[in-house]
Nanobody, 128 residues
């Protein structure tokens, strides 16, 4: 069992930056792929970024590519999402999710139904 706790959300102006953290329990966290998803009001939850345990391969949505960076510190059982050049359309609840790494590439880990564990979410609000 893995428990995930997100933090770092808040209110930021457009063009600013935020760093989200996803802290996980479990001694084998390094073997888990971790993804970030977000859900804006009235919209479906969507993929943002993912990082695999195997050397830290990363994948991004088109909206996050070039602005967001996902990273992990397995010694701290934590995955980060650095978000730069924030836009009002980035406003959403951000969730981290995890599952044991089963191989495959980004095409597998962009789907929320492939994840077993979810955090409670952290609100990000970007003002214009």
């Amino acid at each position: 069992q893995v428990q995930l706790v997100e933090s770092g959300g808040g209110l930021e102006q457009a063009g600013g930056s935020l760093r989200l953290s996803c802290a996980a329990s479990g001694r084998t966290f390094s073997r888990y792929a971790v993804g970030w998803f977000r859900q804006a009001p009235g919209k479906e939850r969507e993929f943002v970024a993912a990082i695999l345990w195997s050397g830290g391969s990363t994948f991004y949505s088109d909206s996050g590519k070039g602005r967001f960076t996902i990273s992990r510190d397995d010694a701290k059982n934590t995955v980060y999402l650095q978000m730069n050049s924030l836009k009002p359309e980035d406003t959403a609840v951000y969730y981290c999710a995890a599952r044991n790494y089963v191989g495959g590439g980004g095409g597998y880990y962009v789907h929320e139904y492939n994840y077993h564990y979810w955090g409670q979410g952290t609100q990000v609000t970007v003002s214009s």
